[in-house]
């Protein structure tokens, strides 16, 4: 079955950029989404399709994706970024999460 | 504006079964197939499968056949998920999510189950 990994956790400064990795084989060849979960809350989609922003997402995050690696950047961090990242891709007809990166904003 | 509005949480003991219900608005109902999530204590997310809403057909995830049964009322936009023979691994937040094209656009603001005697 098809993996997607993701680091456990990333810190970044306040108003620095912070970037999440995914990784999958050939995960460039597919379709990526992020989804944003802060505690106690449900998901919210921030990037669907690698790059695209859902209406009400600030233009800070932007999302890309090749060879192995897809990448979600979120810059001029803010303390309310501090939530948990999940990217998401389809295969064989499967939802695959990655296991989620915690974000800390310093 | 598109909801989607779960029942509250539910307590069962074990071999129990639960159903949680997933009423959705704002949109037509068959035009976007239904999902469902499941988040452990303290873990992540694990796809469980989907319901096709014109069609009533269910798709389950590797680990999620035979105790998770998909439904549907369209009379009254709502999903529903139902796992029988709980187990207090079953404990978990179970999250419906409607899916855009491809995408799990909008969620449900999740039912915690708690499976204990």
Request: charged letters at 15%; aromatic letters at 10%.
């Amino acid at each position: 079955s098809y993996e997607l990994t993701q680091p456990l956790s990333v810190s970044v400064a306040l108003g620095q950029t912070a970037r999440i990795a995914c990784g999958g084989n050939n995960i460039g060849g597919k379709n990526v989404h992020w989804y944003q979960q802060r505690p106690g809350q449900a998901p919210v989609l921030v990037i669907y399709r690698d790059t695209n922003r859902p209406s009400g997402i600030p233009e800070r995050f932007s999302g890309s994706n090749s060879g192995n690696t897809a990448t979600l950047t979120i810059s001029r961090a803010q303390a309310g970024d501090e939530a948990d990242y999940y990217c998401q891709v389809w295969d064989s007809g499967t939802a695959v999460f990655g296991g989620g990166t915690k974000l800390t904003v310093l | 504006q598109v909801q989607l509005v779960q029942s509250g949480s539910e307590l069962k003991k074990p071999g129990a079964s639960v159903k949680v219900s997933c009423k959705a608005s704002g949109y037509i109902f068959s035009t976007s197939a239904m999902n469902w999530v499941r988040q452990a204590p303290g873990q992540g997310l694990e796809w469980m499968g989907r319901i096709n809403t014109n069609t009533g057909k269910p798709t389950y995830a590797q680990g999620f056949t035979g105790r998770c049964v998909f439904s549907l009322d369209t009379s009254v936009s709502t999903s529903y998920l139902q796992i029988s023979s709980l187990k207090a691994e079953d404990t978990a937040v179970y999250y419906c999510a409607r899916e855009g094209l491809k995408e799990f656009d909008y969620w449900g603001q999740g039912t915690l189950v708690t499976v204990s005697s």
